[in-house]
């Protein structure tokens, strides 16, 4: 199988999600294979898999029929198996609903969005969704203390309520521009589009608040943020570090 994400690390164990609908973990050590675990996945998916996620003794990943998977970290018993966004239309192309995307944790529910589908938190303790949202994405999304923002397939990026999931603003002045994963840097939401401008959004009000062309391509990989520095690397192994 192929490798198409990269790996999740904790307490001695590597995390990894396998392009062939399996999800498995290694010790760190020597390599052992500690488990594995499979999911149904439909004939036609986009390319690329969902990073895992480890957090305490959970894994978590998301899967290509739009399921997100709670594993125990140990031996890879699953605690929760949930759909986030059911498949529907008549044709394969009309079907796709990926987990493209990594799932982010926060506050104890992880939060997934689909292709073709939704978004929506998922309690980390019961599996139990609390809300979803028609939006299709497969680049992610980010999140803050109160709401969560994706970039959509169609190049918009919307704000919507972690508690309540109702849609704060949609801004789609970079609509077709094959967005990046977003990343909350501050009071500021960035985005790279496909030729590599990097776009500072209002967090509270969705406004434009400036751009740079730090980037010499498209972005796919997730933005890192530490502190006040915004680290992208673009689809040509270029990195750049900017400041809010």
């Not at 998916?45 to 140990?74: E, H, Q, W, Y």
């Not at 500072?200 to 751009?211: N, P, T, V």
């Not at 520095?229 to 270029?238: N, T």
Request: charged share 25%; aromatic share 6%; proline share 4%.
């Amino acid at each position: 199988s192929e490798v198409l994400a990269p790996p999740a690390i904790s307490g001695g164990v590597v995390g990894v999600r396998m392009a062939d609908r399996r999800a498995g973990a290694f010790q760190a050590s020597d390599g052992t294979e500690l488990w594995s675990a499979e999911q149904q996945v439909p004939k036609l998916s986009l390319r690329g898999t969902a990073k895992p996620v480890i957090v305490g003794d959970i894994a978590l990943c998301g899967f290509d029929n739009g399921r997100v998977m709670a594993l125990s970290l140990k031996d890879g018993s699953t605690l929760w198996d949930v759909v986030v966004a059911p498949p529907s239309g008549k044709s394969e192309v009309d079907r796709l609903n990926d987990v493209e995307s990594t799932v982010k944790v926060v506050d104890g529910d992880v939060y997934a969005v689909t292709f073709q589908g939704k978004a929506a938190p998922v309690s980390r303790e019961t599996g139990q969704v609390i809300w979803t949202r028609d939006v299709s994405s497969y680049s992610g999304l980010a999140a803050d203390n109160e709401s969560v923002y994706v970039t959509s397939s169609t190049g918009a990026l919307v704000k919507i309520g972690r508690r309540n999931g109702i849609e704060a603003w949609k801004q789609e002045v970079l609509e077709h521009r094959r967005l990046s994963p977003p990343a909350v840097v501050g009071s500021l939401v960035a985005v790279a589009d496909l030729d590599g401008y990097v776009h500072f959004f209002d967090a509270a009000s969705g406004e434009l608040a400036g751009r740079i062309h730090a980037l010499g391509e498209r972005e796919t990989a997730t933005p890192l943020v530490v502190d006040d520095l915004l680290i992208m690397m673009d689809d040509d192994g270029r990195i750049v570090a900017l400041r809010a």
